[in-house]
């Protein structure tokens, strides 16, 4: 702590420069003695580990993304690839007994097999059964994994068949809650807006200028599995206000 004596030898050193006086002392000491204010870094949550695993993303597939924009959502923003301020958290499961499927299905960058469309589906993650979370595509690029949401949702992908497979996995669950706890922290989403693929058509965000999509979703993540994944979530905690 520095004393009241140091102070004032202080304020003497830099009377010349600035002027001190015994209230700029005491103002000295005082700043002193409180201890330092916890930086961002100390309060954030922390990031779990991931494994950066990029399929290709290059410029065709980012054209193939801006035309998509245009077609789904050009009637409230201009044509991009980029993902921007994200207010959504999707929760999947890929259907499928490996991340490697995964990998591949989402790499291959072919219509899907059921909308035939272009760029083809991905996901931001995808964690797998023994907990190892993959990042598939950067933040800041739009993938293709929910009708509607698109334009405003990371994507989760979880390997396996079912809900309750993942639910009742410890090691995936955790990850899953973890990776979640710090991406909505991150982007100040709020775990009302953590929600399964199967309801996307009740959020707030959710927004399609193709008629005949616009009531399109899928059966993984219903309502009443998310409820206890969001419970789960909101056990983890808040996040700190020096989270940016």
Known sequence: ????????????????????????????????????????????????????????????????????????????MKPTWRLVNPHVIVIHYTDSGDFQSAWNTFAADVPDV?????????AHFVVDRNGTIYQLVSLSIMCRHTVGLNWTAIGIEHVGFSDAEILGDHAQLTASLHLVHWLRCRF???????????????????????????????QDWQHSDMEIYRRLLRRLGGCPAAVR
């Open 188 to 218: 100040h989403i709020s775990v009302a807006n953590v929600i399964g693929h199967n309801e996307s058509l009740s959020s707030p965000y959710h927004h399609e200028d193709v008629p005949w999509l616009r009531t399109q979703t899928h």
């Open 114 to 122: 059921e909308l035939h469309e272009l760029p083809g589906t991905c």
């Open 1 to 76: 702590m520095l004393s009241v004596r140091r102070a004032l030898a202080l304020c003497s050193a830099l009377v010349a420069l600035s002027g001190c006086g015994a209230w700029g002392a005491l103002t000295a000491l005082g700043a002193a003695a409180r201890p330092p204010a916890a930086s961002p870094a100390a309060s954030a949550v922390p990031k779990p580990h991931i494994v950066w695993d990029p399929i290709p993303f290059g410029a065709r597939r980012k054209a193939e993304m801006g035309a998509y924009v245009r077609r789904h959502y050009g009637s409230f």
